[in-house]
């Protein structure tokens, strides 16, 4: 290999200026796999159980509907819930001939009131 071809590879490698070290490998960027394998392991060490399969999760804002299609839910006795899934925001009047069914008579009269 001659002088100047081995001085132009030299140059792509080298991280500060001449004389200095070169770079013993490239940094790969950092994937996102991680940060989600981390919370599976926080989520794992408080004892979660899953739930089973919901088709649906409703959480109601105002005249807005959260609203979650086939969940991954788990819980952790009676107050502790992660919901895992794509959240959808809704208006309440999109959703309400599904969700009028699924209301308790006190929710009922909360929501009634809003509207």
């Keep these: 290999m001659n002088a100047t071809k081995l001085r132009k590879n030299e140059a792509h ?4 200026g001449k004389g200095s070290m070169r770079r013993k490998f ?9 940060d989600s394998a981390k919370m599976q392991q926080t989520l794992r060490s408080l004892g979660l159980q899953s739930l089973g399969t919901m088709e649906e999760i409703n ?3 105002g005249d807005q509907v959260l609203r979650f299609e ?9 107050t502790c819930f992660v919901i895992n899934g794509k959240p959808q925001t809704k208006k309440l009047a999109e959703v309400w001939p599904q969700v009028v069914n699924q ?3 006190e929710k009922l009269q909360e929501i009634v009131k809003t509207m």
């Design 13 to 16: 490698v080298r991280i500060g």
């Design 26 to 34: 490239k940094a790969a960027p950092r994937k996102t796999e991680t």
């Design 59 to 61: 959480m109601f804002r």
């Design 70 to 78: 086939k969940p991954r839910v788990q819980a952790s006795g009676q």
């Design 103 to 105: 209301l308790g008579p």
